[in-house]
């Protein structure tokens, strides 16, 4: 979702001025991503679909184990050689936007049906500079394990918060970063979901050179607006947590979501279960206990610890389903974001300008969460640990953090005025919406 919901954005932010086909890639791999698929198509017809099935993909060779969406995206770099020139012929395209996790594969394909090619890079823009330098980074390292990162012109990345699996040469992920690494510097330019304001070090430097020379436009254009699906249902048929919601007074509930990619262990969940309830607030939580929403079939009460549902009814609410966090972010009673900093929950919070309490727990995550706390925009424990790492969070950690960032209006300033730049970056004459129209202007021109 992380990747599909800011493609959606831009496809519906481009609609009025280009003509904007979507792949779809099919068959699905969660009911999160068929729901948005279904309902993008449905609320904006100027959207056009385009179906690309999936040759079929052995995964025997792959450990049992390995991520379904890491494999997801292998299945996809894999039919893309196949598969993508026809899809793209039918289509009459004369500009191409990709996904950065499959950049070394479309690329390529474009060139040869002289297609310009541009990437999304849906992250944010650290981790851009982070993808770009990385290759040159292993070659000047020689094989050496990987400690902490000096990105030319932008800062250094700790060795804690390189993404756990680019320590590993051979991971999956390793190989797909660095060939789409290497990469990069031959698209036709790269937008970027990211704002000035936010990330003022890293979108400089990649666009002046100093990351890597010769790189082509990169164009900051966050934050995406977010698009709404009406549901065509009356207000009273609306799901029990927004109910629930519009009944708490103005910045009184802790919002808590670690997004749609990852479980978090069932010990750890009752430490944070018994964190938010000592910590006395109001809270609206999304529980996640494993890592494709359709194998979900856990019982609450059971995950949490018998009693605790009955013990904060009424002041707390818990959802194991996908909410509508674009929703609940505006709904004005979300005081705080207990966030995994998955790049789209940090745009949405600096719209919004909602504090974050930073929890990283996997991939680009640590990255992020430094982004968060350079700028301002909330708070992070740096040693709250990483997924599947040693160590628990404890309920009294978490409590006593929760109440100090909800009572600490410093935060609060901060925070709103990360989304006075970001509003002022999408209005008329501001950074990102010049960005995204220069952008437009430059596929007029070469096609
Ligand atoms: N999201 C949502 N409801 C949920 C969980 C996630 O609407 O219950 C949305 C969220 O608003 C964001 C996207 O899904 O736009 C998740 O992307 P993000 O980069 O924050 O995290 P990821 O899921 O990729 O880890
Ligand atoms: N990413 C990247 N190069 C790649 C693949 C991914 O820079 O070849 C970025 C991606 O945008 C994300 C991060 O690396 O910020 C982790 O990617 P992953 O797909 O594992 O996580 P997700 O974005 O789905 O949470």
């Not at 792959?62 to 494999?71: E, I, R």
Request: charged share 20%.
């Amino acid at each position: 979702m992380g990747h599909l919901v800011p493609f959606s954005r831009l496809a519906v932010a481009l609609s009025p001025s280009c003509d904007v086909s979507v792949a779809a890639v099919l068959p699905t791999v969660s009911s999160a991503e068929s729901a948005h698929l279904d309902a993008l198509f449905a609320a904006f017809p100027a959207v056009r679909r385009l179906d690309f099935p999936l040759a079929p993909f052995d995964a025997s060779e792959f450990p049992a184990s390995a991520d379904p969406f890491f494999l997801r995206f292998e299945a996809m770099r894999r039919s893309v050689p196949l598969l993508l020139g026809p899809i793209l012929a039918g289509a009459g395209a004369s500009a191409l936007v990709t996904d950065i996790a499959l950049a070394s594969v479309v690329i390529p394909v474009a060139k040869e049906l002289r297609l310009p090619c541009y990437v999304l890079f849906t992250a944010s823009a650290a981790m851009l500079s982070l993808c770009v330098h990385f290759p040159a980074y292993l070659d000047a390292n020689a094989g050496g394990s990987v400690g902490d990162v000096d990105i030319p012109g932008v800062y250094r990345i700790p060795k804690a918060s390189v993404p756990q699996a680019l320590h590993d040469p051979n991971h999956l992920f390793t190989r797909q970063f660095v060939a789409n690494g290497r990469m990069l510097a031959t698209s036709d330019g790269i937008l970027v979901n990211s704002i000035d304001a936010l990330e003022p070090e890293p979108i400089a430097a990649l666009q002046d050179g100093s990351v890597a020379t010769g790189f082509p436009p990169v164009y900051s254009v966050g934050p995406l607006a977010p698009v709404s699906f009406p549901s065509g249902e009356p207000a009273k048929n609306q799901p029990p947590y927004m109910r629930w919601l519009e009944a708490q007074p103005a910045r009184s509930v802790v919002y808590v979501s670690f997004g749609s990619r990852k479980a978090i262990s069932r010990d750890q969940l009752r430490e944070l279960a018994a964190g938010l309830e000592v910590s006395g607030h109001r809270f609206l939580w999304v529980v996640k206990s494993t890592v494709v929403d359709r194998d979900d079939d856990a019982d609450l009460s059971e995950m949490l610890g018998q009693g605790f549902l009955e013990r904060v009814q009424g002041r707390g609410m818990v959802s194991k389903g996908w909410v509508e966090q674009e929703e609940v972010l505006k709904q004005g009673a979300v005081g705080l974001f207990v966030s995994h900093c998955g790049w789209n929950s940090v745009t949405e919070a600096a719209a919004g300008g909602l504090p974050v309490l930073a929890w990283p727990r996997f991939g680009d995550q640590r990255v992020n969460a430094g982004v968060v706390a350079r700028s301002g925009l909330g708070v992070w424990c740096d040693r709250w640990s990483w997924e599947g790492e040693e160590g628990m969070v404890s309920r009294e950690e978490i409590a006593e953090k929760v109440k100090a960032v909800m009572a600490d209006e410093a935060v609060s300033k901060k925070a709103a005025g990360v989304r006075d730049a970001a509003a002022k970056a999408v209005a008329d004459g501001g950074s990102s919406h010049g960005n995204l129209a220069q952008f437009v202007q430059r596929c007029r021109d070469r096609s």
